[in-house]
């Protein structure tokens, strides 16, 4: 697959406000100088692809898009893991890790970062930074442990309220979003999409309980197309999705907005200073006392 139907890939990927990867996947794939490593994972252990690296009173959980694996954080976790400890891994059947049979549902895939970090010995607090669909195990994973969490990162995270603001703004054209991305997503991450889509239509996120009220960043991508190919690269469904994500920043006493047209959906990869100065304020805000972690929520 070459460069340029990556990137095209990549656009289409925004059409579920999720994104993937479609680069080999190699038994090793070293994170920009941090070391990845297999670790045994559950009571019957499978392997897990993990690079662990840094030292501090924050560790740092980096959580990537659908389809994707640890290498969408190789620009970031480097320079994080220079004042924090830094985890950042691939999920089951991803990268390097093994597939698992369970569906790969929400609560599965948040179940399963609960046994890494056991399986690592990663103590909190912790700082969370997803992206896209990383973004709702992020919000899954607080809900279950709102008292280890002292802050979260989401980059341009998917929102469950997107999909049905689409559909009332043009039902047709967000229908054909979705078929024409199911339609290119890998024939082994099918089943995953067809259980995430129903909850991105519903515009309900099944969470176990509240989410923190923790210092939290929103980094939103407004980038639009020359001439836009889906509905939502149009004007009007970037200007939703940008309020969308300024409306979930402001339900948090420590909340912000980052808004970039500099980048695409992976922002991470665009502009990833912009991740670390993220992670560093929430950092910021977490020592200062802002929004200490299982205080109220969401």
Do not use: C
């Amino acid at each position: 697959m070459n460069r340029k139907t990556v990137l095209k890939l990549s656009v289409r990927g925004m059409l579920a406000a999720i994104a993937m990867m479609s680069l080999p996947v190699q038994a090793q794939v070293p994170a920009a100088g941090i070391e990845a490593t297999q670790v045994a994972v559950g009571d019957k252990p499978y392997q897990i692809q993990a690079a662990i690296a840094g030292s501090g009173k924050y560790t740092v959980i980096f959580e990537s898009g659908f389809g994707s694996d640890l290498r969408a954080w190789r620009k970031v976790a480097p320079q994080v893991a220079a004042t924090a400890r830094v985890l950042t891994y691939s999920r089951a059947g991803h990268g390097a890790s093994d597939a698992r049979p369970e569906p790969r549902t929400i609560a599965q895939n948040t179940a399963e970062l609960e046994q890494l970090i056991a399986a690592a010995r990663l103590a909190p607090p912790f700082i969370l930074v997803g992206h896209s669909y990383g973004a709702l195990l992020v919000r899954s994973f607080a809900a279950r442990h709102p008292g280890q969490v002292a802050g979260m990162v989401l980059v341009d995270p998917s929102d469950e309220r997107f999909s049905p603001a689409l559909r009332k703004l043009d039902a047709a054209r967000t229908a054909e979003d979705d078929s024409k991305f199911a339609s290119i997503v890998p024939p082994k991450f099918k089943p995953e999409l067809a259980l995430l889509q129903p909850v991105l239509d519903s515009g309900v996120l099944p969470l176990a309980g509240k989410v923190p009220d923790v210092p939290v960043v929103v980094l939103t991508s407004v980038q639009q197309a020359g001439k836009a190919e889906f509905f939502l690269e149009t004007q009007e469904a970037v200007a939703i999705k940008r309020d969308l994500h300024a409306d979930f920043a402001r339900q948090f006493t420590n909340g912000w907005q980052v808004v970039t047209a500099k980048s695409g959906h992976g922002i991470q990869m665009e502009e990833p200073e912009l991740v670390i100065d993220a992670v560093k304020k929430v950092i910021d805000a977490a020592d200062k006392g802002h929004g200490a972690a299982g205080t109220g929520g969401i």
